[in-house]
């Protein structure tokens, strides 16, 4: 399967900011200039959870979707301060990012919680988008293919292959995370065949590989989407500090749009 066939994702992730007016304006920014336009990616806001509901709002009969950025395993019960999947699905959202390095690096995630999430998710009928990626001391101890193999394949335990459709992977690497070091294009295109390669070892399946999009995350700019766009293994991207800009989001988003395949070529 050719990357032409995969779906291409432009998701913005933004973290801890905007207030909801101004994730309302945000939202509304990047709807404006996108929603008369056709043959776009897929296109996903992972506002905070407070403005999920009025970015939601803004995005309603838009090109755009939704997605949260983190979410609790379990349905509900006594967990202070967390949110569910139903929770999600009744608001409207569809994605829902998994297992972010900042969710590991700063809140205990670990590689078998991101498996409780994917699941949780697999089993609401929500869009993951799972992250992975290397430590810049990993990278240097040449151990960037060990550990994002590791997470790729502790991530997907116990799920079986048609669990995997709708799957989406981010290759992130921690050192290029609001960094302005963007991971070289070839390299992030050598570690996304890594990724591929785990899975289709895993399930004894690269046609199941090769039908996941993997996303390239860290850094990235309108100035260097272009680089990660033409490599073959990479099917968009998971932008932080970028998406919090209208302008600079959608001149990503336009890069993608220019590598979709226009509707009435697909057979
Ligand atoms: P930056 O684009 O700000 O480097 O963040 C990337 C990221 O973490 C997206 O999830």
């Given at each position: 399967m050719s990357v032409k066939q995969r779906q291409l994702v432009i998701a913005g992730?933004?973290?801890?900011?905007?207030?909801r007016p101004e994730a309302r304006e945000l939202a509304g920014a990047v709807r404006d200039a996108l929603?008369?336009?056709?043959?776009?990616?897929a296109v996903v806001l992972c506002p905070s959870f407070t403005s999920l509901e009025p970015v939601l709002q803004v995005c309603v009969n838009s090109p755009l979707a939704v997605g949260a950025q983190n979410m609790d395993h379990?349905?509900?019960?006594?967990?202070?301060?967390e949110i569910s999947p139903p929770m999600l699905l009744e608001l409207g959202v569809k994605y829902v990012i998994i297992g972010h390095s900042e969710r590991r690096q700063f809140?205990?995630?670990?590689n078998a919680t991101v498996n409780l999430k994917l699941k949780a998710a697999v089993r609401h009928g929500l869009i993951p988008i799972v992250c992975v990626g290397e430590t810049v001391d990993e990278r240097e101890n040449h151990l960037t293919d060990a550990v994002v193999s590791r997470q790729t394949a502790a991530a997907l335990d116990?799920?079986?292959?048609?669990?995997?459709?709708g799957l989406i992977v981010a290759y992130e690497p921690v050192w290029a995370i609001g960094t302005?070091?963007?991971?070289?294009a070839v390299e992030a295109n050598r570690v996304a065949a890594v990724i591929r390669s785990t899975i289709g070892n895993l399930y004894a399946n690269r046609d199941l590989a090769a039908s996941i999009p993997v996303l390239y995350g860290g850094s990235v700019k309108a100035s260097n989407i272009d680089e990660q766009l033409a490599q073959p293994e990479l099917d968009g991207a998971l932008v932080g500090?970028?998406?919090?800009n209208a302008e600079e989001f959608v001149a990503i988003i336009r890069s993608a749009q220019k590598k979709v395949q226009p509707a009435a070529a697909k057979s």
């Open positions: 992730n933004w973290k801890m900011h905007k207030t929603e008369t336009e056709r043959d776009l990616p379990r349905d509900s019960g006594a967990y202070t301060g809140f205990g995630e670990t116990d799920l079986d292959a048609a669990q995997l459709s302005g070091k963007v991971c070289e500090g970028a998406s919090l």
